[in-house]
Nanobody, 122 residues
């Protein structure tokens, strides 16, 4: 079992930045591929970014490329999502997830955190 806890969400003005963190605990001896997803009210959960276990491969949703950066520190069992140039449409609950296979589909992920709210005001 892997437990994931997100932090770093909050209220920010459009154009601002936030850095989300996701701390993993439990069976983390072999690094999982990690992903960030988000879900806005009334919308389906959508893929944001993913990073391989070793950190050498990353993928982003098209709308986040150039604004968001996913990274990880395996020594700290933590994954980050740096979000810059935030827009009101980025408002959502952001979730981190862990998987044994790297992918963009939420069904590939086995473990999920509780989420952290990000609100971007205009």
């Amino acid at each position: 079992q892997v437990q994931l806890v997100e932090s770093g969400g909050g209220l920010v003005q459009a154009g601002g930045s936030l850095r989300l963190s996701c701390a993993a605990s439990g069976r983390t001896s072999s690094p999982y591929h990690m992903g960030w997803f988000r879900q806005a009210p009334g919308k389906e959960r959508e893929f944001v970014a993913t990073i391989s276990g070793g950190g050498g491969t990353t993928r982003y949703a098209d709308s986040m490329k150039g604004r968001f950066t996913i990274s990880r520190d395996n020594a700290k069992n933590t994954v980050y999502l740096q979000m810059n140039s935030l827009k009101p449409e980025d408002t959502a609950v952001y979730y981190c997830a862990a998987s044994r296979v790297i992918g963009l589909n939420s069904r590939a992920y086995d473990y999920w955190g509780q989420g952290t709210q990000v609100t971007v005001s205009s």
